[in-house]
């Protein structure tokens, strides 16, 4: 056992040094795994930061009620008392005419305007907030059935574009996840193809050691660990070209950010994100030196 | 070890015969050298031996063992207990002549410290000690063709087979080499020589099996 495990390591090693003594073949291959990797994976970042976006306005997407002029304070508390019993309904705020007026005249630029008036040309207005829990349909349907009252004149409901903007983070998730298998994919053939080439290299070595007595697993051992290192090389590769484009972005995400008075942190990837581009790398270097492997080292039979 | 075939019959893809019926016995510690014309099919016995190639019919027996049966993932344990010699040696150009000859010992999975004593040991008995960390090209032929031998004989098989070990080799250096075989057969390695080299046969003894076409056509022990 202990022998077993000293000839892994001494394999995996060996595998290690052969790359660094042939460079180029192998920061190409690697150089495209990285890539690779980094492109659904710098993807996934840019949808995490959209989702927080998203989440952000989700909580804030109280709607306002707007009262027809004339309907009077007491039917306009009457209405907000009936709209806080109301199912969905989190809290109801009523904005009178008379408060609303004095916000405006505390604003300079409307003070002028409102000083030509005689009259106080603003309405009463409700503003609700919808529980977290209530769904985009449910405050349509109650968005539409406050607008078929006499006394409101216009119900202002801001969710639309948020749902919109989370069917479009679900149209990128589920391209991510195809880009991602696509590029996986694509990077075992190029990991196939380079080891491929690798055995054709060393056919002479293998069918010496055929002769010699070497098992498969034998002769197969260092080509997986050749894989190996390809893919976990190459996934540290994509961790730091996220790395390094995450930092290049991250003056002007801050000033995107201030543009919202500061409203979101921007994302970078998480653990499980990072594990997965690890996983995807391991996955497609051993996946792409087993396809090669399996195919191509039965062929190679001794000859004397 | 001990080596039997039976009524053994080698016909390749195409319908050539390899060998037709030969039927012999090594027995162990046997010194046998295998001679006959180009194509008398020399090489195809001792191919039949390491399991390079499948006899078609008939048996080949080692040690009682019908080695012509043995499934695809017995061939590798059975390739170790054998020493194989190669007219082109087979040596690895690139590796040095301590790695060349310590493969099959990393292939049997023995210890670095092991394969170190045993290296040499082998290297010491083809008078290479001190030539480790040199590579193949920079050996005469002579001297690669004693790695070659000293590669075999390292994980200490009880058998040793060598196709024409000699065939690359001046009169000379093919005596050495026949003699350092006749020395390790001493030491009681069942050793079987395929070669083209009658003149030397003579200073040497040893059992001769000749092939003619396929067939044995003598027999004759050594005197
Ligand atoms: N792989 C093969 N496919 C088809 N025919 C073969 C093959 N190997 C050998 N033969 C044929 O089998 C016969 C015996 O060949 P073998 O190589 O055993 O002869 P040999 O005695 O070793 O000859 P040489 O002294 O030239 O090496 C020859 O007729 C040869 O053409
Ligand atoms: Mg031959």
Redesign the pocket.
């Known amino acids: 056992m202990g022998n077993f495990l000293i000839r892994h390591a001494q394999s995996c090693i060996a595998a290690l040094g052969k790359l660094c003594r042939h460079p180029i073949g192998s920061v190409l291959t690697i150089a495209v795994i990285g890539i690779a990797l980094a492109l659904p994976a710098g993807l996934s970042v840019v949808v995490r930061n959209g989702e927080a976006i998203a989440g952000n306005w989700e909580t804030a997407r109280d709607f306002s009620v707007y009262l027809k002029p004339g309907v009077s304070l007491a039917s306009a508390e009457k209405l907000r008392d009936e709209l806080a019993q109301t199912a969905g309904i989190a809290k109801v705020e009523l904005i009178s005419a008379d408060t609303a007026l004095s916000q405006f005249q505390a604003t300079p630029t409307y003070d002028a305007v409102l000083a030509v008036l005689d009259d106080n040309p603003l309405p009463h207005t409700l503003v609700l907030r919808p529980e977290e829990a209530a769904t985009t349909e449910a405050m349509t349907a109650i968005a539409d059935e406050l607008t078929e009252r006499a006394d409101v004149d216009l119900v202002q409901l801001d969710t639309e574009w948020v749902a919109r903007l989370n069917a479009i983070l679900d149209v990128a998730r589920r391209s991510i996840w195809i880009a991602a298998v696509l590029l996986v994919g694509a990077v075992i053939v190029i990991v196939g193809n380079t080891i491929r080439l690798d055995i054709q290299h060393q056919r002479a070595e293998i069918e010496v050691a055929k002769l010699l007595g070497a098992t498969d697993a034998f002769v197969r051992r260092p080509f997986l660990y050749t894989g190996f290192w390809y893919g976990l090389v190459g996934s540290l590769i994509a961790l730091a070209v996220l790395a390094l484009s995450l930092l290049l972005l991250s003056d002007p995400v801050a000033r995107l950010s201030a543009l919202y008075g500061g409203g979101f942190q921007p994302l970078g990837l998480d653990r499980d994100g990072a594990f997965t581009v690890l996983g995807g790398g391991l996955l497609a270097g051993l996946g792409g030196a087993w396809s090669a492997v399996a195919r191509h080292l039965a062929d190679i039979q001794p000859?004397v | 070890m001990m080596i039997s075939f039976e009524s053994v019959t080698?016909r390749?893809?195409?319908g050539?015969?390899?060998?037709s019926e030969v039927s012999l016995l090594i027995e162990s510690g046997e010194l046998a050298f295998i001679t006959?014309?180009?194509?008398?099919?020399?090489?195809?016995?001792l191919?039949l031996i390491g399991l390079i190639?499948r006899p078609t019919r008939g048996q080949v027996l080692m040690d009682g063992r019908n080695i012509g049966r043995l499934p695809r993932r017995a061939i590798p344990a059975h390739r170790r207990k054998i020493g194989m010699v190669f007219q082109d040696h087979k040596l690895l150009p690139d590796r040095s002549i301590f790695d060349n000859v310590s493969l099959p010992l990393i292939i049997a999975g023995m210890s670095r410290r092991d394969i170190e004593k045993r290296v040499r040991a082998a290297l010491d008995q083809v008078s290479l000690l001190g030539r480790e960390a040199h590579r193949p090209e920079m050996l005469s032929t002579g001297e690669q063709q004693r790695v070659g031998i000293a590669r075999a004989v390292v994980s200490r098989p009880k058998l040793l087979i060598a196709?024409?070990p000699t065939g690359n080799l001046d009169p000379a250096l093919s005596l050495e080499i026949m003699l350092l075989f006749r020395r390790l057969n001493e030491v009681g390695v069942t050793t079987l020589i395929?070669t083209?080299d009658i003149g030397l046969l003579d200073q040497l003894g040893g059992r001769r099996l000749m092939?003619d076409q396929?067939r044995l056509a003598a027999d004759l022990q050594a005197h």
């Open positions: 000859t | 080698k390749y893809a195409g050539r015969d390899g060998l006959g014309h180009s194509g008398a099919g020399k090489s195809t016995l191919k190639e196709d024409e395929a083209h092939l396929g």
